[in-house]
C-alpha cells in the first residue's frame, strides 16, 4: 500500500487552527512537531539528557508543523484536495498563523516501518561478543550471539556508550554473578551478562516500554523469565522498589546519563556486594570528572575509564 505523507508547516499560534481545521475534515490522526514543545521537554527533563545535539536543535528551530497521512488512491487525493482549500481559506483569514504551506511526500508502508532495519546489521563486540539483529541470519562463529530485537528503546550495540560497557561485560562476567542493570532499556547489558554465563539479571527501568522490549530480547536469546526479571520505576525515588532490589550485586550497572549516575552514587556501595563492581557510562566528556569526583566523594574507585566518541564508562570498585 502507498500513503500520502502530508505536511503543513505553521507556526506556534496557528498549530491550534490547523488541528482544528483537519478535524473538520475527519482527519485526527496526527503528528506535530513544535520548538515550543521540544523545548519545554528539555527544560522538564534534564536529568535524562546531557547535551542536545546540534543538527537535531536546528531543525526544530522556529518549527511548527503538522503531519497527516492518506492512502494514495482516489480517495486519498481528492481528500487532499478538500485540505488544500480549506487551507487556502484559513490564510485568507488569519495572517498570524505562518507560511501555511503544505507538503507531500509518496511513501509506501515499508518505508517507515522497515526500511530502518536495513542499516541495523550483525555487529561484533569486544573479543567475544556477536549482536545480531532478530531478523537477520547469520554464523556467530567463535563468538557469543546476542540477538535483539531493540523495538523503540535505547541500546543496540550501536552507540558508544553501550559498546563500551559490552566490552568491559565481556572480561568482568567469569560466571555466575547476579547482575543490576539499571536503566536497561532494551536489555541489552542484562541479556549479554547471562549469555556470558552471568547466573541472573535484574532490569529495571522508568520507561514501560522496556519490560515488554528486555523480556523478549532475553525470550530471543532462550533466557527464562525468572533468570532475567525486570522492574519499571525509579530506584531514586522508589523506596518500595529500592527495597525490593536489595543489594549484594556482583555487578551493577548503570548506562544512562551523567546527573543519574551522580544521584546514585550515594547508593552504590549499598548495592554492590564484596569484591563486586560498579560499571558504569553514557557520560559526555565534559561530565567526566566531576561524576569521578562524585562517585570517589561516597567510597567507589574508578579502576577504569575507557572513551569511545567522546562517551566514558567507568570502571569501579567500591573502597
Wanted: aromatic fraction near 6%; hydrophobic fraction near 45%.
Amino acid at each position: 500500500m502507498r500513503w500520502l505523507e502530508i505536511h503543513i508547516d505553521t507556526n506556534a499560534a496557528g498549530l491550534e487552527e490547523v488541528q482544528a481545521l483537519l478535524s473538520a475534515q475527519d482527519i485526527d490522526g496526527i503528528q506535530i512537531e513544535d520548538e515550543t514543545d521540544f523545548q519545554d521537554f528539555l527544560e522538564n527533563n534534564r536529568d535524562y539528557w546531557d547535551y542536545v545535539d546540534e543538527d537535531l536543535a536546528q531543525h526544530m528551530a522556529g518549527r511548527s508543523r503538522v503531519t497527516f497521512y492518506l492512502e494514495a488512491n482516489e480517495a486519498g487525493f481528492a481528500k487532499m484536495g478538500e485540505v488544500r482549500i480549506a487551507l487556502a481559506g484559513l490564510k485568507e483569514q488569519r495572517s498570524d498563523c505562518g507560511p501555511l504551506i503544505m507538503s507531500l511526500e509518496d511513501i509506501q508502508d515499508a518505508d517507515w516501518e522497515n526500511n530502518w532495519k536495513q542499516y541495523y546489521k550483525p555487529m561484533e563486540i569486544g573479543q567475544r561478543l556477536l549482536v545480531i539483529p532478530q531478523w537477520e541470519q547469520t554464523d556467530p562463529g567463535e563468538r557469543v550471539p546476542l540477538y535483539l530485537d531493540p523495538g523503540l528503546t535505547f541500546g543496540t550495540g550501536a552507540h558508544a556508550s553501550t559498546r563500551l560497557c559490552l566490552e568491559f561485560l565481556e572480561e568482568i562476567v567469569q560466571g555466575s554473578e547476579r547482575v543490576l542493570d539499571l536503566g536497561c532499556g532494551s536489555g541489552i547489558l542484562s541479556v549479554a551478562a547471562l549469555r556470558l554465563g552471568a547466573a541472573s539479571a535484574l532490569a529495571v527501568d522508568i520507561d514501560d516500554k522496556c519490560q515488554d522490549a528486555a523480556q523478549g530480547n532475553a525470550a530471543l536469546n532462550g533466557i527464562a523469565p525468572e533468570a532475567c526479571r525486570v522492574r519499571i520505576g525509579n530506584i531514586l525515588t522508589d523506596s518500595v522498589l529500592a527495597a525490593e532490589i536489595g543489594g549484594g550485586y556482583d555487578i551493577v550497572l548503570a548506562n544512562i546519563v551523567a546527573d543519574v549516575i551522580i544521584a546514585l552514587a550515594s547508593r552504590v556501595r549499598g548495592l554492590v556486594g564484596e569484591n563486586g563492581w560498579f560499571l558504569c557510562s553514557g557520560i559526555i566528556e565534559g561530565r567526566a570528572e566531576e561524576t569521578a569526583a562524585a562517585l570517589a566523594a561516597n567510597g567507589v574507585e574508578v579502576i577504569e575509564r575507557r572513551e569511545d566518541g567522546g562517551w566514558n564508562a567507568f570502571l569501579c570498585r567500591c573502597q
